[in-house]
T-cell receptor
């Protein structure tokens, strides 16, 4: 079974600052995906960024980037130039990658509540 | 596309009543997932389907919970009888092979009194 741990229940930073959210995971699988999802107060789950475990290059999406350390089983999210609209719960998630492209369910961490102060 | 559609958005019921949550996946997606979110347990996978067939139901908490997918465009999650500890937000998500992203619906907030 897979586990995902987010050790920061809540973080608060000033607008325009850079913030890093931590995530570690445990698995015996070799092929998998990692994700960061954002959940604003509307409770809609929004994909922020994804990483394939076989790719060494860290994924980036505009102001969002990850630091993926496969050996350490670490997957942190960096938000640059933070904005008020980034205030939300952020969930780290894990999914096994099956050969042939089959999907699996997501295993989520408990989340980090990020507050961007004006 | 309208995205994943869930109904109702809110449900309040009394203990012992039957509750049915509904989900319409994105057209063309052949994977459908049901998740539950609570403060205590966070987000957890209940069950998922591929081509209308249940693949993994190991997350279904007990026999009071059942899920069906009679066709590619509709799924239900039923709780009978409901209990206060079933109060949670229930999410449905869908995806298609080759795209590992799961698209979530808006969720159903269930309150069992």
């Amino acid at each position: 079974a897979q586990t995902v741990t987010q050790s920061q229940p809540e973080m608060s930073v000033q607008e325009a600052e850079t913030v890093t959210l931590s995530c570690t995971y445990d698995t015996s699988e070799s092929n998998y995906y990692l994700f960061w999802y954002k959940q604003p107060p509307s409770r809609q789950m929004i994909l922020v960024i994804r990483q394939e475990a076989y790719k060494q290059q860290n994924a980036t999406e505009n102001r969002f980037s990850v630091n993926f350390q496969k050996a350490a089983k670490s997957f942190s999210l960096k938000i640059s130039d933070s904005q008020l609209g980034d205030t939300a719960m952020y969930f780290c998630a894990f999914m096994i990658q099956y050969s042939g492209g089959g999907a699996d369910g997501l295993t989520f961490g408990k989340g980090t509540h990020l507050i961007i102060q004006p | 596309d309208a995205g994943v559609i869930q109904s109702p958005r809110h449900e309040v019921t009394e203990m012992g009543q039957e509750v049915t949550l509904r989900c319409k996946p994105i057209s063309g997606h052949d994977y459908l997932f049901w998740y539950r979110q609570t403060m205590m347990r966070g987000l957890e996978l209940l069950i998922y389907f591929n081509n209308n067939v249940p693949i993994d139901d190991s997350g279904m908490p007990e026999d009071r919970f059942s899920a069906k997918m009679p066709n590619a465009s509709f799924s239900t999650l039923k709780i009978q009888p409901s209990e206060p500890r079933d109060s949670a937000v229930y999410f449905c998500a869908s995806s298609y092979p080759g795209n590992n992203e799961q698209f979530f619906g808006p969720g159903t907030r269930l309150t069992v009194l």
